[in-house]
């Protein structure tokens, strides 16, 4: 209804005649479903009603029930007159990046960037550099970043100078050194101490002795264990165990736990896998062939320098002992 009273109003055969009313209808605190309805409907407005409109667009900012992702929709619209673009598009950063300063809609913005680098190609750059300086110094995840590097249109606009800037962003990312194996995890966190001492050190296997009898050693060897059940057994690398009492979630650790004995000598030996150097192996080759396209597609600059591997120190110093062969440690323990 509002569109279609602004339609009216602003009308050629009409706009003289209802001057004051249409100041009065601009100037009304109207809601955001009303101004996207007039705006998305105001190319076909006529030159004279452009002031009115750009008036509309500059309530676009201060309204609080339109938010980011309806602004998108207006922008990336076609619907708008060229001269209100700039305007709409510094209200979408306005109101995307608030607080965190991260886009509250990850696929809204980056239909606004791919539509912006479109401009810029456009020669309309100058015009939104402000805003596309907004979006590239912003926390734009490794996903936001990937996903938007990926797009067929920022492909095709690899020489603009923000995709650029992207790119060297995603690149210092994927810039990482090659995993070397060892049995150090020293990113591996548990509430047991002697089990934290074991994950951090050298040693491939190691039994700790944590008394309470062996259902007590059953529900710590599940804690402990990233396989499928407390005896190690399972061929597969699984990070997420509901019961765990060790960082799981973070993909920190891999190894599989045998409990035994009973009463006070109820004890777990954990054997650590290769599960956990596989993955990070996996992880760098993803990495390295991303980086390597990335810089096919978008030159990329100088090559980042290599970014030292959580651990990294801890395991050169101690390659001649990543290698020996299973030993096991006793530990008193409470248990998990």
Avoid at 61 to 74: F, G, K, L, P, Q
Avoid at 178 to 205: I, Q, Y
């Amino acid at each position: 209804t509002a569109a279609r009273v602004f339609a009216w109003l602003t009308n050629k055969s009409h706009a003289a005649i209802y001057h004051e009313a249409i100041n009065a209808f601009v100037a009304a605190p109207l809601v955001g479903s009303d101004l996207e309805a007039i705006l998305l409907a105001s190319k076909a407005a006529g030159e004279e009603a452009q002031p009115h409109v750009m008036r509309i667009a500059q309530k676009v900012t201060t309204c609080s029930t339109i938010n980011s992702d309806s602004i998108a929709t207006i922008l990336i619209s076609g619907s708008l007159p060229a001269s209100v673009l700039p305007t709409i598009a510094q209200s979408y950063v306005q109101k995307a990046f608030v607080g965190s300063h991260t886009a509250s809609n990850v696929q809204s913005l980056i239909k606004v960037f791919v539509w912006l680098v479109k401009m810029a190609q456009a020669g309309h750059g100058a015009a939104y550099a402000g805003v596309l300086d907004t979006i590239v110094t912003a926390k734009l995840t490794a996903a936001h970043l990937q996903t938007i590097l990926k797009m067929p249109e920022i492909k095709a606009a690899g020489a603009n100078m923000h995709v650029q800037r992207l790119a060297a962003m995603r690149l210092v990312q994927l810039t990482k050194p090659k995993p070397v194996f060892s049995w150090h995890m020293p990113l591996a966190r548990s509430g047991n101490a002697s089990v934290n001492a074991f994950f951090h050190g050298p040693k491939e296997s190691a039994t700790l002795v944590i008394g309470g009898g062996i259902a007590n050693a059953r529900n710590c060897a599940r804690q402990w264990s990233t396989f499928n059940n407390s005896r190690g057994y399972g061929s597969s690398y699984k990070y997420s165990n509901s019961n765990s009492d060790i960082s799981t979630k973070l993909k920190t650790f891999s190894a599989r736990t045998v409990e035994g004995g009973t009463g006070s000598n109820a004890r777990v030996t954990i054997t650590k896998t290769r599960d956990h150097f596989d993955h990070m192996m996996a992880e760098y080759k993803k990495d390295e062939a991303e980086r390597a396209q990335l810089m096919a597609l978008f030159g990329g600059g100088k090559v980042p320098a290599k970014r030292a591997h959580p651990g990294a120190a801890v395991a050169s110093s101690s390659s001649s002992s990543s290698s020996s062969s299973s030993s096991s440690s006793s530990a008193s323990s409470s248990g998990s």
